[in-house]
Nanobody, 123 residues
Framework: QVQLVESGGGLVQAGGSLRLSCAAS????????MDWFRQAPGKEREFVAG???????TYADSVKGRFTISRDNAKSTVYLQMNSLKSEDAAVYYC?????????????????WGRGAQVAVSS
């Protein structure tokens, strides 16, 4: 049974930092692209960042230069370091796994999803 479990969410002041983690189990981790999405209240879920097994990364324009995605294949874990957080970053953040090759950013292309981690940003 495949599980993706996010952790590290919480409340942070604007300008602060948080690091999210997503621990995967039940899958061959290095065969999957590991990506982060987020969904704010009243909005559609949107792509945030993605990373290939080899470490190649891609980011949404809204987070470039502030967020960093990384993965530890030995631990089957993907991370999202979020710096300089803004109020508009507040959302539920979801980890997603998609088998290579994958067309990113389209939710239907991902095989597995976590339950999400809440990130709140106070101004």
């Amino acid at each position: 049974q495949v599980q993706l479990v996010e952790s590290g969410g919480g409340l942070v002041q604007a300008g602060g930092s948080l690091r999210l983690s997503c621990a995967a189990s039940g899958l061959t981790f290095n065969l999957y692209a590991m990506d982060w999405f987020r969904q704010a209240p009243g909005k559609e879920r949107e792509f945030v960042a993605g990373i290939n097994w080899s470490g190649g990364t891609t980011y949404a324009d809204s987070v470039k230069g502030r967020f960093t995605i990384s993965r530890d294949n030995a631990k089957s874990t993907v991370y999202l370091q979020m710096n300089s957080l803004k109020s508009e970053d507040a959302a539920v953040y979801y980890c997603a796994a998609g088998r290579f090759p994958i067309i990113r950013r389209r939710e239907e292309n991902y095989d597995y999803w976590g339950r999400g981690a809440q990130v709140a940003v106070s101004s």
